[in-house]
């Protein structure tokens, strides 16, 4: 049965021939090695079909049957093709498997069907491919050195089919074959399993200044007609060695550099790598050998002046730089707190020494005063804070401060002393001056008053207080003001009236405060003057009171006489109703 049965598809192929053909469009389907394959038979199938044939293109005009299929016996005969034996499975659809496909696969399949008395023809092309491996560079030189053409390396990828297609990239930019010092050379061998090796050698100049930069290449195959994919390699990083032809100093910091602080140079140069051993002189003299920085260390005048480095072994390849160490000292005179009498003179003067122009002002309270402050009388309002303040022109954050205090010292004087009737009672104020601040004490005829009186600054004042007291007399009396410190005592009195009398005028007591030495005492022996006539006048009238009173009450003069005497004893021991408390002038 098995003999008959070659015979047979040859007489029906004879009649095959003998039909006539009507054949499909073609159609492609891609597969990479090792997968399996279905390919389609587009043939027709629709009416009676008796046989199928599946063909494979040998040469062009040659086709070699691989399997056919009788519908009538059901029957599959296979050609016993050594390269397919195995790998084909013939469907029910007429559509066929192809297992584990391979590079020789890559044909032409055709499909035919006998159909009542036509046969179909179909054609289905595998286009196969093989994933290459991942392109890896081989480094060829261990760095670049500029301006000479040199092999960067060999970017390899393995077993690729269809043949890969190669390209370099430079710093992760594509690498253009056609720029000056760039070349590249492709090799591309097949391998014992037929795919192809493909190796890519590139040839590069640096240019100086490059420094590190990084090569990548990557390959580019087919999956199909239209799809393709790229892989990259990992990067390859190499270094651009050059002499050196310049040398930089650097100083730090810059550009003030201010006494005291640290400072540091450094030296660097544009080659790769970059020289690491110079020599540092200042002014011509040797300094440190062998460093790439030098220190200095809370700097002076004294490091003022050319700075140089140069490289170790090319001693006339270096850079200079100029170093000024700004400095600002400040003096003032005196330099001390200083404590003064009234009347004195003074002079307060700023001084500086520095490394350039500078801007010095004396300040008491905000205020610019004359530098030197010259002062021949002292007062009071010359005492404070005195501050100089030197600034270096073009020169940023160098200022010096200092300061000292001005105590200005005196005698008490008493500048003013007045009464005033208010609220049916007496207030004397005594404005007192001096420092250290006087301890001002009341006294009435004599006696010292033990409350203590009230006592304010003066506003716009200094070293002058208001000491005030109440009193409210039964009797004509005398307040004395003392104020005493340190420096001696100043006294003034007052003569008051009882509170039945009308005071005949206030009183004010002043002194020039221009004039230490002025007591006031014509105005006091003034003021007293008229208080002494008042008191005559008014002793006149009561005696002529008093005698009437007399020639009308004979017997009760005595006793008015005793009377008077004891309130006369009360005033002296100075049971006067009075009151002492502080307020404002």
């Not at 629709?46 to 044939?53: A, K, S």
């Not at 190796?199 to 640096?206: A, G, I, Q, V």
């Not at 600002?328 to 003179?345: F, Y």
């Not at 006539?533 to 007399?550: H, R, S």
């Amino acid at each position: 049965m098995g003999a008959s049965r070659p015979g047979i598809v040859q007489r029906l192929l004879i009649l095959i021939l003998g039909m006539g053909m009507q054949v499909q469009a073609s159609t492609t389907v891609t597969a990479m090695v090792g997968d399996n394959v279905t390919l389609t038979c587009d043939s027709k199938k629709d009416g009676n079909p008796y046989m199928v044939v599946w063909k494979v293109e040998v040469t062009e005009n040659q086709k070699e049957r691989l399997i056919s299929l009788l519908l009538a016996k059901k029957e599959i005969i296979d050609s016993k093709n050594s390269r397919y034996n195995g790998r084909l499975i013939l469907n029910t659809d007429f559509s066929l498997n192809i297992l584990n496909i391979g590079i020789q696969d890559a044909k032409m399949f055709f499909c035919s069907t006998v159909v009542d008395s036509d046969i179909h023809e179909s054609s289905v092309f595998i286009n196969v491919y093989n994933q290459p491996s991942n392109p890896e560079i081989m480094p060829l030189a261990p760095f670049l050195v500029a301006g000479k053409l040199q092999k960067v390396g060999q970017c390899v990828v393995k077993d690729s089919y269809p043949a890969a297609n190669i390209s370099w990239q430079y710093n992760f930019q594509n690498l253009d074959i056609n720029k000056p010092g760039v070349v590249m050379l492709d090799d591309s061998t097949k391998n014992n399993k037929g795919f192809f090796d493909i190796r890519s050698t590139l040839e590069y100049m640096p240019k100086r200044g490059e420094g590190r930069i990084n090569f990548t290449c990557q390959a580019t195959y087919s999956e199909g007609l239209v799809r393709s994919v790229t892989n990259v390699s990992s990067p390859v990083t190499m270094f651009v060695h050059y002499n050196t032809s310049k040398i930089s100093l650097q100083v730090t910091p810059a550009p003030d550099i201010l006494e005291g602080s640290n400072v540091t140079l450094s030296c660097s140069g544009d080659g790769y790598p970059s020289p690491e051993k110079f020599t540092f002189t200042k002014n011509g003299e040797e300094k440190a050998v062998g460093l790439a920085h030098y220190e200095l260390i809370n700097v002076t005048q004294e490091d003022t002046g050319e700075y140089a480095c140069s490289q170790l072994d090319n001693p006339d390849l270096k850079d200079t730089v100029n170093i000024t160490v700004h400095y600002l000292a400040l003096i003032m005179t005196p330099s001390e707190n200083v404590s003064k009498m009234v009347g004195e003179n003074i002079t307060l003067e700023c001084f500086v020494e520095s490394s350039g122009n500078t801007e010095i002002t004396l300040m008491k309270k905000n205020k610019a005063n004359q530098n030197p402050f010259v002062v021949k009388s002292l007062q009071y309002t010359h005492a404070g804070n005195y501050t100089c303040q030197a600034k270096l022109k073009g020169v940023n954050e160098i200022k010096r401060e200092k300061s000292i205090i001005v105590r200005v010292e005196g005698k008490p004087r008493i500048t003013k002393l007045t009464k005033k009737v208010v609220n049916n009672s007496k207030v004397i104020s005594c404005i007192v001056e001096g420092f250290p601040k006087p301890v001002v004490k009341w006294s009435i005829n004599g006696t010292s008053v033990s409350d203590r009186p009230k006592e304010e600054s003066i506003k716009d004042k200094r070293s002058q207080w208001c000491h005030k007291i109440t009193v409210r007399p039964s009797e004509n009396i005398t307040v004395t003001c003392t104020a005493i410190n340190n420096h001696g005592e100043d006294q003034y009195s007052v003569n008051l009236t009882a509170m039945r009398f009308k005071e005949p005028m206030d009183e004010t007591l002043e002194q020039d405060p221009l004039d230490p030495k002025d007591n006031n005492s014509k105005s006091s022996h003034s003021n007293q003057a008229k208080v002494i006539v008042g008191v005559i006048i008014g002793m006149l009238i009561a005696a002529v009171i008093a005698g009437l009173i007399y020639w009308l009450y004979k017997k009760k003069s005595k006793t008015s006489e005793r009377g008077t005497a004891d309130e006369i004893k009360k005033i002296n021991k100075g049971e006067n109703n009075h009151t002492s408390g502080s307020s404002a002038v």
